[in-house]
């Protein structure tokens, strides 16, 4: 019996990427400096009473200050929800 001829397949080209535009704005610029303040004040504000023991920011508040900071921290991480 003959044998049978081996069929050599073509090699895989992909095709070529169609390149679609980048849209960069959306609109809501204001997101990462505003996340970036709150996260930077609510940590100043825990360090600045930790250095002060407790004489700074607020006196009043004492061991709320804490709470004050953290607070701020939470803020910032309510606002990077809305980072697109």
Known sequence: MPKSRIRKKADFTPPPEKTTPIKLKSGRGWVAPLMLALFLVG??????????Q??????QLGNWNIAVGFGFIAGGF???TQWK
Request: aromatic share 22%.
């Open 78 to 80: 309510v606002v990077s």
């Open 54 to 59: 407790g004489s700074f920011p607020i006196e």
């Open 43 to 52: 940590l100043a504000w825990i360090v600045v009473f930790y250095v002060t």
